[in-house]
């Protein structure tokens, strides 16, 4: 039987004839209009290989998140996405993540494949993303200079040929208020021009104390395909976000075994009424596709981003304050005050050729491609601290130091000397008043952040051979880094790095709708784009720091299964291990809370399952199960050796089902949802005497969409149990508590 379906490629609408048995469909060759899909499923990668092979095809695990599931969820930041996905889980409050066992490195977000600087404080919302890819493993080869645990990478909605628009308004628990926007469709008669508008705000407060957030995200996009051969794409993406660097719980520190982590409430935090962080960021982004012949294109993508931040914050230095004979007083965390302003530049450059061609029963697909990526911190930046201890000369001594006992200030606390600390300790006691008069007494560290320009240039090739039930994906990529610091200035130095990455990739189909796989990757990553995340560590920015560490490198080895069960129902399983060396990580040390230092090599064992679809077409799930073995492999500290790694978690099993009462006459304008997230036990960044404990959570949703009503409406409830937990910790001083039972209600007007 034949039939007539509708074909976007790349950036337009034909019909062609096609079989109904046929598992092949023509589509975009790169993604400048939006998917039509209204479902958790997407079949379809446009930035794992650059040539948007069918993710069944692809030899790597890829998780994805749609607009459709996070609609459902009410996932309006990507922290909330991530809750999702097996084998992810959040590091600290930020949005910075553990990936199959390994924590993010980098602190840039990757958008339409293209890096970005900084969303690593702050959490990005989604009201404009289509959906977000979690590519497994390192993925050097397509995208430069990311995590050897995986890549997250967010792809924005573009124009619909057919228009949509849509308001929504949201309210729930922590006087959380937001509104968005979505609203898209042709601007000509030939439908040749397409656009789009997404705009979202937020004001929201938090179960923490003194966590006070808002943002304003606007970002339209315009399409234009004058005909069947070129088209063309542009967006801008505005963030304007104010809030808190919440730093986590302190709890009293106690002796192995015996930690209270009910010893503070779960409100608490050390942060000031008076602390913020500012950010404002904006991108530009333009893609071109041109196809020269039916076997020949081109596509090229540029994004120029430029960030800025404004910091005031007061945070621990990861110690307690000591006693005079330098014994730790676990009820007093020792603080430091810091100001820093600053201001970067992105340039990101994509291009490639993709060549297509047939011999005898082989079908072969060529990309020969360069990309570039330029970061410029700009001149005039700054980070300003308070920290350490007053000695009776009026200078500031960065630690206490018994032996000179007779230099420094002391003050009493409740009947215990204590040397004067120059910003005022936190009082971890119940009932205590803290920041009450000066919280500082001097700023002793002043540091002017050196300009800087780190540079990537990359030229790789694909190469795909299809040959019967077989897919060869193999390919490399040579980069070349220059980090330059004082960047225009007479003292400018620079070191180079240079590295040639491998891909080798086969899959084979057992059947039609089943495929396995085995795959090697190898990743990299100049250490200065770790080093840059901590600005204040001083002399560890520039030709003199960075330069001294030596490159992080990692590798991949996956097999794995793929395929369709019920038609409808996609899954994948996959075992995998991932090894990195040359790990920067903190030192650990008070007196120099930045200090960077170089542990050896870990590794990262571990199976995973996932599966999405529809079991009915009113039954939507998504779900999976992981199991992660991590070890430290090699470290200066011998004791760490074959031990398990921080914040990881070993098994972790998570599931939402939205189940629509369609067939149900007086219940068919209802829908529910109901989801769980199990987390094990993890060990804290900086400290082994204690475990985070294993939790589980259940969230549900109602929806209600009455018939022939432009109006939507859900009520999502997270942690209906109301259930006590930690998401993570680093120390005694910094624990990541899950927030308790909360709701929001959101109402969607379509017109």
């Known amino acids: 039987m034949k039939y007539i379906i509708p074909i976007i490629f790349p950036n337009f609408f034909y019909a062609q004839e096609v079989q109904e048995d046929s598992t092949t469909i023509a589509i975009q060759t790169v993604e400048v209009v939006g998917r039509k899909s209204k479902n958790y499923t997407s079949d379809y990668s446009f930035a794992a290989t650059k040539i948007a092979m069918k993710n069944i095809d692809i030899p790597m695990t890829l998780n994805t998140v749609t607009k459709e599931l996070m609609t459902d969820r009410q996932a309006f930041q990507l922290g909330d996405v991530m809750k999702n996905v097996t084998g992810v889980s959040p590091s600290s409050y930020y949005n910075q993540y553990n990936i199959r066992g390994i924590s993010q490195n980098e602190e840039g977000q990757i958008i339409n494949g293209l890096r970005t600087r900084q969303y690593y404080f702050l959490q990005p919302m989604t009201a404009n993303i289509d959906r977000v890819e979690v590519f497994k493993g390192p993925a050097s080869i397509t995208m430069s200079s990311v995590d050897p645990g995986g890549t997250i990478n967010m792809v924005t909605k573009k124009p619909l040929v057919e228009p949509r628009h849509e308001v929504s308004f949201s309210a729930g628990s922590f006087d959380t208020y937001r509104a968005t926007t979505d609203i898209t469709g042709p601007l000509n008669k030939?439908?040749?021009?397409?656009?789009?508008?997404?705009?979202?705000?937020?004001?929201?407060?938090?179960?923490?104390?003194?966590?006070?957030n808002s943002g304003t995200l606007i970002s339209p996009s315009i399409t234009f395909a004058p005909n069947d051969k070129t088209s063309i794409n542009v967006e801008m993406i505005y963030n304007d976000l104010h809030g808190n660097l919440d730093r986590g719980q302190p709890i009293f520190g106690a002796a192995a075994g015996k930690t209270n982590l009910n010893s503070t409430s779960r409100s608490l935090n050390l942060g000031s009424p008076d602390d913020?962080?500012?950010?404002?960021?904006?991108?530009?982004?333009?893609?071109?596709?041109?196809?020269f012949s039916n076997n020949f294109s081109f596509n090229a993508s540029y994004m120029k981003q430029y960030w800025r931040e404004n910091l005031q914050e007061h945070r621990t230095t990861n110690a307690f304050v000591p006693d005079i004979n330098n014994n730790p007083v676990s009820s007093l965390a020792m603080m430091q005050f810091i100001r820093r302003k600053q201001k970067w530049e992105v340039d990101n450059v994509n291009a490639y050729f993709n060549y297509n061609f047939k011999v005898g029963e082989t079908e072969h697909q060529t990309l020969l491609g360069y990309d570039s990526q330029i970061w410029e911190k700009r001149k005039g930046g700054f980070q300003n601290a308070a920290r350490g201890f007053v000695l009776k000369d009026g200078s500031v001594a960065s630690s206490y130091n018994p032996s000179n006992s007779d230099l420094y200030e002391f003050v009493d606390y409740n009947g215990i000397v204590i040397p004067k600390a120059n910003v005022t300790p936190f009082d971890l006691t119940l009932g205590a008043k803290n920041y009450e008069g000066d919280d500082y007494?001097?700023?002793?560290?002043?540091?002017?952040?050196?300009?800087?320009?780190?540079?990537?240039?990359?030229?790789?090739?694909?190469?795909?051979?299809?040959?019967?039930k077989f897919k060869i994906l193999s390919g490399i990529r040579q980069e070349w880094f220059k980090d330059i610091t004082n960047y225009k200035q007479e003292n400018e130095t620079s070191f180079n790095n240079s590295k040639m990455l491998y891909r080798l990739g086969i899959t084979y189909s057992l059947t039609n709708h089943i495929n396995i796989y085995g795959t090697y990757l190898t990743g990299y990553q100049p250490q200065s784009n770790t080093v840059t995340l901590m600005p204040n560590t001083g002399n560890f920015t520039g030709a003199e720091s960075a330069a001294k560490f030596k490159p992080l490198t990692s590798d991949l080895k996956e097999f794995g299964i793929k395929g369709k069960i019920f038609k409808n129902l996609s899954f994948s399983m996959a075992i995998y291990e991932i090894k990195q060396k040359n790990i920067i990580v903190n030192a650990n040390n008070p007196a120099e809370p930045d200090e960077l230092i170089q542990r050896g090599e870990d590794r990262s064992r571990g199976f995973e399952a996932e599966f999405t679809g529809y079991i009915f077409p009113e039954w939507h799930v998504y779900g999976g199960y992981s199991y992660i073995d991590a070890i430290i492999l090699k470290d200066t500290d011998e004791s760490l050796i074959g031990k398990r790694k921080e914040n990881t978690s070993k098994n972790s099993f998570n599931i939402w089902t939205r189940y629509n009462f369609t067939k149900v006459k007086s219940l068919k304008n209802f829908g529910v949802g109901m989801g769980m997230l199990y987390q094990s036990s993890k060990v804290p960044w900086f400290t082994r005497s204690f475990e985070v404990p294993a939790y589980a959570t259940l969230d549900a949703a109602l929806y209600y969409a009455p018939l022939k009503s432009k109006l939507q409406f859900a009520l999502n409830m997270n942690n209906l149990t109301n259930k006590t937990y930690w998401t993570g910790a680093q120390n005694y001083l910094r624990l990541f508590p899950g927030a308790p039972r909360n709701f929001l209600m959101t109402v969607t007007y379509k017109f």
């Open 190 to 212: 030939s439908k040749t021009l397409l656009f789009r508008f997404n705009a979202a705000y937020q004001k929201a407060k938090s179960f923490r104390d003194y966590v006070n």
């Open 441 to 468: 007494y001097k700023l002793n560290i002043e540091t002017a952040l050196p300009s800087a320009l780190t540079v990537t240039h990359a030229a790789y090739i694909q190469y795909l051979l299809t040959w019967k």
């Open 276 to 291: 913020y962080f500012k950010t404002k960021e904006m991108i530009l982004m333009g893609t071109l596709s041109h196809r």
